[in-house]
């Protein structure tokens, strides 16, 4: 995404500025629909990130047969542990993940098994 | 506050500074024991040449070996410095006790660089796991294999020396959620029949990784069940409670118990509720050594008071 943007950017000088505006008339639209697609997957629809000790977001919702992805960002190892013991993962070092997917509806209140007081929930519907 | 002692470069302590120290400061803290009650004496060195007559160990906490992020990159590096001290040091200290986190990730290399660095102070060390132990595949098997043996369920064990008894316990496993640190109705089954038989004047000392006592439950620094262990010991005249986990210097004495939290060799952690969150505080390089340190406990025979002295990797 990045560098296709810096692309045209460096492209740009090479052109008169009316074939520049051609070519922005005929790419816009497609750099649009590529930056929004960008926003979605940066979001991760149905991850959850750990940054400084808290789960985010702290609640999530999705539909059942979603897979929920958990990534660690920081530099201190945590775990998901699923209160009623339906998933546990291994510690996640700085950057590792953790993916569950939820067959089945139901309400999932998850913690930190290092740290506790850091608290989740997945509601499956 | 304890600047002035921290930056002291062997220039001597007036007792004022040794007080800010024992509160503040820490690279050891020398635990003295003697009569039952704990109190300072003063830095390592001092403390050995001032009360020959007793007999001093160690506390040593959070190595986290194996962390090699921004807060300090070379955890095995500052670990070598403090082992480096306690070699130094004019008497030899009885054994050091080690308050858990011993590794980051709880990887074989990393209990075996711990193990190989701590093996260079000649001395025995006693160890509780800390949450960092445990994260093994086999969620604590590695930490058994390694330092489990003689003990009971996860881990805990007591034992005595010089007429002291000390008691380890493990309050890292089985954490619930939203809550805090954990003993368990087994171990806590456990320590009542370990203290049946002892006399009240026994002196204990409890060491365990995080802290017996709530002292911030936002960022779960304290145990869940942990009053119920401290009631188990209100008989006694002297209780030394000596725990990690916060990477920072915390005294407080209640009553018969004095309650201490040891500096970590790797990283420090910001003071309860400084911080949004509790983790690896960053500080200059420059600073970074006046952050982390080890408490020598002396104990003394005969009527006098226990001691602990932090003493940081800066001084």
Request: hydrophobic residues 40%; charged residues 20%; proline residues 5%.
């Amino acid at each position: 995404m990045k560098t296709f943007t810096n692309r045209l950017r460096l492209a740009a000088p090479r052109f008169t500025p009316g074939r520049a505006v051609v070519i922005a008339m005929l790419f816009g639209p497609a750099v649009s629909a590529l930056l929004a697609f960008g926003a979605v997957a940066a979001q991760e629809e149905n991850a959850v990130t750990i940054d400084n000790f808290t789960f985010t977001a702290p609640e999530l919702t999705v539909a059942a047969g979603t897979t929920v992805k958990w990534i660690n960002h920081d530099d201190i190892p945590h775990t998901v542990v699923d209160k009623n013991k339906s998933f546990r993962s291994k510690a996640l070092d700085t950057d590792d993940s953790f993916s569950y997917t939820f067959a089945s509806a139901g309400t999932f209140d998850y913690f930190c098994g290092l740290h506790p007081h850091m608290v989740g929930k997945i509601i499956v519907k | 506050m304890a600047k002035k002692g921290l930056d002291d470069q062997g220039k001597g302590f007036g007792r004022r500074e040794v007080l800010e120290c024992m509160v503040w400061a820490g690279t050891g803290v020398l635990w003295t024991v003697g009569g039952g009650v704990p109190h300072s004496v003063g830095l390592i060195g001092e403390a050995a040449a001032a009360e020959p007559a007793g007999f001093a160990f160690l506390q040593m906490s959070d190595s986290h070996i194996g962390f090699d992020k921004a807060a300090n990159p070379d955890a095995l590096g500052t670990l070598r410095e403090a082992v480096a001290k306690v070699k130094a040091m004019p008497t030899k200290p009885a054994f050091i006790i080690h308050t858990g986190d011993i590794t980051h990730l709880s990887k074989p290399a990393e209990f075996d660089n711990a193990d190989k660095v701590f093996g260079e102070t000649g001395v025995q060390i006693h160890w509780v796991p800390g949450e960092h132990d445990i994260i093994d595949e086999e969620r604590g098997k590695a930490y058994l294999e390694r330092y489990g043996k003689g003990s009971k369920g996860a881990g805990w064990y007591s034992f005595d020396d010089h007429g002291v008894h000390f008691i380890g316990l493990v309050n890292v496993v089985d954490l619930k959620g939203g809550g805090l640190g954990n003993l368990g109705a087994e171990q806590l089954a456990w320590l009542e029949a370990d203290l049946k038989d002892k006399s009240s004047s026994t002196p204990i000392v409890v060491f365990a990784h995080i802290p017996l006592q709530v002292i911030y439950k936002e960022w779960g620094w304290g145990t869940e069940d942990g009053m119920q262990a401290l009631n188990l010991l209100k008989r006694f005249g002297s209780v030394t409670v000596l725990n990690g986990h916060i990477h920072q210097l915390a005294q407080k004495v209640e009553g018969n118990m004095t309650f201490h939290t040891a500096l970590s060799t790797a990283f420090p952690q910001p003071a309860p509720g400084s911080a949004p969150w509790p983790g690896p505080m960053l500080v200059p390089a420059d600073q970074l050594r006046s952050k982390l340190g080890l408490s020598t406990v002396t104990v003394m025979q005969g009527n006098k008071p226990l001691a602990i002295v932090d003493k940081t990797l800066a001084g």
